[in-house]
């Protein structure tokens, strides 16, 4: 009730334990803290909170138009509803190397169990797009390095996230995963991989945690979790497809509306206010109120 029961750090080391059995897991993305339940519900092993998400979430483009204030105020409602571990992307890590020590500290204070810094020149653009910059290795590294020295807890997962892919090719992101690797980073996220080959060349070259991002309409094909678990991927990430899915149905239900009147039609599709109050403990909530009205003081204690 309220809020989860285990804490932000043993989430974390929990995290680094299920990382450690070398299984694939997967982490979809939490649109909102009501999703995370559902993902936790449904017996996933993570939720992921995506920038992309968050930006669309408020109207805008996933251009670098979010702020840190806001990715740690969503970060902490939705790790704060879930037992589960939650990886956030941090896009650049909202500056330079100060500016990511900072961002670091925030989204360790929001209890999330890792973050992802990545190396694209600010302001960053999503990562299937073309038209993005990397930086210079010695500031990717150099942002790396910050993150992992401003951690208070050993356990947060700071994963280095390279775009480096689109721009320089695949030879590049191999030497850039290295390099990461060595300034720190606990595991790595190659950004926009073409095909399954990419990302077990990067699997050998590294030897720490790799995440694939199976977001749709990008630059990876869609890859099922044992083609990835084959390759020795260690965490997937489906980062934006339960908003698009939600957002889907949402509108087509509003065409509905409009053509037939009434959603009646679409009752079926709907979740259920049964299935709502589950996820949100409903029933445990009015077992505190009767346990709080039919409590009596003690009279022979004052
Ligand atoms: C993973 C990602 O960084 C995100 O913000 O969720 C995006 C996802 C997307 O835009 O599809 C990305 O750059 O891949
Ligand atoms: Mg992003």
Redesign the pocket.
């Known amino acids: 009730m309220l809020y989860a029961a285990t804490t932000a750090a043993a989430k974390r080391a929990a995290l680094r334990e299920r990382l450690a059995t070398g299984e694939l897991l997967r982490f979809p993305?939490a649109f909102n803290p009501l999703s995370a339940r559902l993902v936790q519900d449904k017996g996933f092993e993570g939720v992921?909170i995506?920038?992309?998400?968050?930006?669309a979430d408020l109207g805008l483009p996933?251009i670098g138009l979010t702020t840190l204030s806001e990715v740690a105020g969503r970060s902490k409602q939705i790790a704060r509803v879930t037992d589960l571990p939650a990886l956030v992307?941090a896009?650049t890590g909202f500056g330079e190397p100060m500016n990511v020590a900072r961002t670091v500290q925030e989204l360790e204070d929001a209890g999330v169990a890792g973050l992802h810094i990545?190396d694209q020149v600010n302001p960053k653009?999503?990562?299937?797009?073309d038209g993005k910059q990397v930086v210079d290795g010695s500031t990717a590294v150099k942002r790396i390095r910050a993150a992992v020295d401003a951690r208070r807890d050993p356990n947060l997962l700071v994963m280095a996230?390279t775009?480096i892919r689109a721009v320089e090719g695949h030879q590049a992101a191999i030497d850039r995963a290295k390099a990461l690797v060595d300034a720190g980073a606990d595991a790595i996220f190659p950004?926009?991989m073409r095909d399954l080959a990419e990302f077990a060349a990067v699997r050998r070259a590294v030897d720490v945690p790799v995440l694939a991002?199976m977001?749709?309409?990008?630059k990876s094909e869609l890859f099922t979790t044992a083609e990835l678990a084959d390759v020795g991927i260690n965490i997937v990430?489906y980062?934006?497809s339960l908003l698009r899915i939600a957002m889907g149905a949402a509108e087509r239900a509003l065409d509905t509306l409009t053509e037939e009147g009434t959603l009646a039609s679409l009752v079926p599709q709907m979740q259920h206010r049964a299935r709502l109050y589950e996820l949100l403990d409903y029933e445990d909530y009015n077992r505190f109120d009767t346990s709080i009205f039919t409590y009596t003081p003690d009279p022979a204690r004052g």
């Open positions: 993305g992921y995506s920038g992309a998400v968050l930006s996933d992307d896009d990545e653009r999503c990562g299937h797009l996230r775009d950004e926009a991002n977001t749709e309409f990008g990430i980062p934006v």
